[in-house]
């Protein structure tokens, strides 16, 4: 069927080689490693341009965690080939995200969710905001009436960016509030955004002086952090051999013991 990806032949050579402003593909790269619904969303393309697409897309895949911005290079070849998909442009906006031009990912993932109806990536979008030196738009972003149409992840990414904005701005204690959501002591079943959560009031807090409950908050998104998504282990080194004397702490009852001396 037309625009189908070819599952038994390799693409044609003037294909292969792409074009002069695009990253190289390599030969063992078909395409075909896309899941299918990725690939039902390249149905509407000419079978050629549909096997580069994927093929770029495949490739900004891989790289994205060891060279983001040659992932980003590849999301882009794929984006101009393919420009009216949503999936496409959401996967260029990621990935320029993740290679620092927050400019581009603004512009493709608005793009994107223009195309798509999706708001998933609003928390991405605002701290593009903030990579910016747009701390007061992310916040616009952050209360914005869609926030509300994110699951709980996305809306725990929000706060998070939400704060990070309150910091840029200088409000260092605000961000510290912008935290104490009910997610921050949610107990029972880990879920995947606590150590991102846990690891943001931790820093938050010790941005404003309160070191004993930094202290705990580390020690637990470091107890979480099973992806190693944080570097809340190496935060935690900071503390090595101090002591901390009685700390007022509105967490009191939910952190872990902090050892204290002996009364004399």
Not at 154 to 177: H, K, N, S, Y
Not at 243 to 250: A, G, I, R, V
Request: net charge negative.
């Amino acid at each position: 069927m037309a625009g189908e990806l070819r599952r038994n032949s390799r693409p044609p050579e003037h294909v292969r080689a792409g074009r002069a402003d695009e990253p190289a593909l390599p030969d063992d790269v078909t395409g075909r490693e896309l899941d299918g619904e990725a690939r039902n969303a390249l149905r509407g393309l000419a079978a050629p341009n549909a096997v580069v697409v994927a093929r770029h897309l495949v490739m900004a895949g891989r790289l994205l965690d060891d060279d983001a911005e040659l992932a980003w290079q590849h999301a882009r070849a794929a984006q101009r080939r393919a420009g009216r998909i949503g999936m496409v442009r959401e996967a260029a906006g990621l990935a320029a995200y993740r290679a620092g031009h927050f400019d581009a990912a603004l512009a493709e993932l608005r793009a994107a969710k223009r195309l798509t109806g999706d708001s998933s990536h609003l928390p991405i979008m605002a701290d593009c905001e903030r990579g910016l030196g747009r701390p007061e738009r992310a916040l616009d972003l952050a209360r914005s009436a869609e926030v509300r149409m994110l699951d709980e992840g996305g809306q725990v990414e929000m706060l998070i960016v939400a704060a990070g904005a309150r910091r840029d701005l200088g409000q260092a204690e605000a961000a510290v509030v912008a935290l104490q959501s009910p997610q921050l002591r949610a107990e029972g079943s880990q879920q995947p955004w606590q150590p991102r959560l846990w690891y943001a009031y931790a820093d938050a807090l010790a941005e404003v002086g309160r070191a004993a409950e930094a202290q705990r908050w580390f020690e637990r998104a470091a107890a979480s952090d099973h992806l190693g998504e944080t570097d809340a282990e190496e935060r935690l080194t900071a503390y090595d051999g101090i002591t901390f004397l009685d700390e007022e702490t509105d967490d009191a009852e939910n952190a872990p013991v902090v050892e204290r001396p002996a009364a004399d």
